[in-house]
């Protein structure tokens, strides 16, 4: 399957992509103490602009989880079943990846860290088991 995930990278992702070309995993962070992932212009909890990038842990866990054994897309047809999980991050933020494991192996609360996919063109977040 060819790579047809592409990103436009721009002043206020770039360094959550970027990061992940480096094999780390950033996220935004405000004055007011929130913490937040995907990248947006204004803290999601007191809409401030004071904010900064700050480098994440990589560990996390499992907040929910769902397998997909239909595929809404031709692109991930060959990739069924596929899960798709809420990762709370060790910092708190919380984002949206595959696991990289059995799927009948997902537990809520389960450990995770953070293991990008190096092989696409823009490297994208997948996290994997972790006691």
């Not at 002043?11 to 995907?38: F, M, S, T």
């Not at 560990?59 to 798709?84: C, M, Q």
Request: net charge neutral; with cysteine; aromatic share 10%.
């Amino acid at each position: 399957m060819a790579d047809a995930f592409m990103v436009e990278i721009d002043d206020i992702n770039g360094p959550y992509w970027l990061g992940l070309r480096e094999g780390v995993l950033k996220y935004q962070a405000c004055d007011c103490g929130h913490g937040w992932l995907p990248p947006r212009k204004l803290c999601p909890s007191c809409l401030g602009s004071s904010w900064r990038w700050e480098m994440a842990s990589g560990e996390g866990a499992i907040r929910s989880w769902v397998v997909y054994h239909t595929a809404y897309h031709p692109d991930f047809k060959d990739r069924l079943p596929y899960n798709v999980a809420i990762v709370r991050l060790a910092e708190g933020p919380q984002l949206i990846a595959n696991i990289v494991a059995p799927n009948d192996a997902l537990r809520v609360g389960a450990g995770v860290r953070l293991q990008p996919d190096m092989t696409r063109a823009q490297p994208i977040a997948l996290f994997a088991l972790h006691p």
